[in-house]
């Protein structure tokens, strides 16, 4: 049996089964559920499963999982607790009948089927249609190149083809005209015969008539010239304006499909603008608030599974690309080199951060806890890291909560602090914790 086929109207009030990216969506959220319960917990028919890669284990084992939440309800349950916590705005505009006009409606859709609201059924196939349309825009705009293109193409060859035919016409033209050159030159060449003939038998009469014969040769031959003259004249022309017409057909092609584009951009900026997208924020991390020093997940998993004291561990996360490495400052200072002062604790943990940032080329934020400080300090950052402490009355750990859950779904985030809460409450938004140990040594190798 399908998962498609078990997402079906027997599930509780749906009409047609769930769109294909929704059901993947719904099982790979799953599948990483599963990964992190208790052998014990995890259902039977999915306890093989439960012993895969990540990857392979949404990929092999959707059928499975996607029965079993058909079936368990209690599964079901805990895997909608996931996805409250990873979108707790959605899934409180779900329960309360509609969805955040900017949210995915694939998110919406995969909500709506975990957490199962009041009239979820609906809100589902208020996301199919949203899908659908989205697709049917994509497919006509797709049709309109298409076509645009088939036209300018079309228009080419046309103008190729006009182009060869006046070359051959040209061709002919010419050859008519080295034709009557040669006929005019042997006239001529008839014409001098004649009169030195003439001379020769001493007959003016006869030198005269030839003399008149000439004449009148060369009169025809002129006219003859002239007109083949005219003639090429005309061809030219001729040629000119189909080259000025093939130029124009396809200046005409290039401006529907500049206004074509035009007309793209004007309706993607509409769309930004009405669904109010931030655009001056080049980093999540940098809508974070946070006290200023000088004035008071990972979800893509290294290919194999390491443990968070596995030296490897730091040195497969830094070749994950787009990775955002966050530090609990002091828990690091203070595990490495505790004997320094503050100051020097900073200054020393901020110095292996820039060689770091410059040689593994992921963004770095260096987090450190204001209530530490005696008053403003000046803080020195290294090119390519962040340095952020905590606001009055908020400590280090909960500012690295903020920054985790202001980075996108799926963005990969290692934070890196031996404090067992804080390792916690980030692995369970997205994040992979790494002992302060593994920097400390990973600085230490330069």
Sequence with gaps: MRSSDVMSSAGEGLSRPLPERVRLHVVEVAAQVLGKMPAAAVPSPLRGIAKFEPRKRARLGAASIAAQLEADKEFRELVAEAVEAAWPELVAGLAEGAAPPAADPVL???????TRPPGWPDLVEQAREEIERAASLGSQREQAETRLREQLAAQRVAAREEVERVREQLKT?????????????????????????????????????????????????????????????????????????????????????????????GTVAGLRKELALPTMISRPADSVAAVAPDAPGVTAVPARALADDDPQLLDQLLAIPHLHLIIDGYNVT???????????????????????????????TCVFDGAELDGPVHVSAPRGVRVMFSAPGEIADDLIRRLVRAEPKGRSMAVVSSDREVADSVRRMGARPVPALLLIRRLGRG
């Design 173 to 265: 033209l010419r050859g008519e005209n080295t034709d009557l050159r040669r006929k005019l030159h042997d006239a001529r060449e008839r014409v001098k015969a004649a009169e030195a003939r003439a001379a020769e038998l001493a007959a003016e009469a006869e030198a005269a008539e030839a003399r008149a014969r000439a004449v009148e040769a060369g009169g025809a031959a002129d006219s003859e010239v002239r007109r083949l003259k005219e003639r090429l004249a005309d061809a030219e022309r001729q040629m000119e304006a189909s080259r000025r017409a093939a130029r124009e057909g396809r200046s005409v092609e290039e401006v529907r499909i500049r206004v074509l584009l035009d007309a793209l951009q």
């Design 334 to 364: 203070k595990t490495g080199y505790p004997s320094l002062t503050l100051a020097d604790q900073r200054t020393r943990l901020l110095t292996g951060l820039g060689g770091l940032a410059v040689q593994a080329r992921v963004e770095v």
């Design 108 to 114: 919406v859709a995969a909500a709506a089927y975990l």
